[in-house]
């Protein structure tokens, strides 16, 4: 089953296209990733990121994607998204009490406790990284960051997903480490790499990403002036 | 009703002692105003912020404040425990499934989408403010932060809380932008400020701040080169 269905009640906002070092990493792959798993047709309403229409911020405050619509609720915010997909679906999330809100636990740590600093690290690296304080600072972050990792990785302890089967939370924590492949910081934690393939091999990661991908094929700038 | 009281199956950890910047901003406070909000009686576990126990990773894999605990679940992360009582007491999160999860969305955006950038100028201001790349640095981080300020202050709208009633979303929201009021970003947004100080003005959190603060007192180094 194709989950992309023009016609279904699940809509989610993503960017028609960004450039290349965000490519597969924006936030709606979270929410494709989820939906893919089980099997719940969305359709996706495509938004230019250089002109955000101004009514879109009743949507999502802070002009980010995804935006979520079903006709339940509408939401922003990927992690909030995700748990309400995951009231409706057990495979993602627990149903008994003390497991669901420990995986809750974990998501929130994806956003809180690690997402911040893998931002940061994007900051150094990608949107500053010519200028003169990433020097003095990288180091700062990464060491940091090393700490972040190698704390995760014991509390993962070779275990297969955090809580007892995959769910949203894996979601959450991959989509973050994910970014930190290119740079060789999660080529240092054996286990979190493991974990990170494992989850990429999914087939529901597999067709999320690829979606989200061929959107922006699709809609290439054509000129580089285009792309500024 | 006093909600500090030592055989309450609530169990939270805080930390003895914080140096004093630090201090009325420890993530227990959040638990501790909730708590307070719904009359719900809980002990506090004191760990030594210079020493923890290796098997305190157990409760809190980062090694963070507050670890919470109860006849039903073993929690970490401010936000879960915040959605676990919330899920307990409608005072605090609605019942009905689409203002409930409207809330988490704010819940989660104050923790995903507001502390980080708030997080990166106590970074700049307090934890590494003597340092070169600073300099540089801080303007990005402040107009970065007052964008999303601006963002935040037109989605409230003037409106009371972040939701329809008092919320744990408004817990996080207001827990984190008070932590910018010192250094006089927050002045900037009136309607911003006046949001923290009516949440300020609640005697849960009046009650939750000052037990946090009594901690504090109660443990207070004796000697300089005891606090480094």
Known sequence: MMPLDDNAAIELTAFAWVPPFAQGYV????????????????????????????????????GQVPAYRDEEVQLFESGAILIHLGLRHSELLPAAHAERMRTIAWL?????????????????????????????RRPQ???SLRRRFGQLQS???GAEWLTAG?????????????ETRECGLLDEFP????????????PAFKQALSDQLAAFRAHEPQFQGEAA
């Open 27 to 62: 936030r709606d792959l979270r929410i494709r990733w989820a939906l893919e798993e089980v099997a719940a047709p969305y359709r996706v309403r495509l938004l230019d990121v250089r002109s955000k229409p101004a009514e879109y911020l009743a949507e999502q405050p802070f």
């Open 108 to 136: 929130i740590a994806g956003l809180n406790s690690i997402e911040p600093q893998v931002g940061e690290l994007g900051s150094v690296d990608v949107f500053h990284k010519d200028e003169a304080w990433t020097g003095e």
């Open 141 to 143: 972050v990464v060491d």
């Open 155 to 157: 509390a993962l302890g």
């Open 166 to 178: 995959f769910s949203i939370a894996d979601i959450v924590m991959v989509s973050v480490l994910r």
């Open 191 to 202: 286990e979190l790499s493991a974990y990170v393939a494992r989850a990429e091999a999914r």
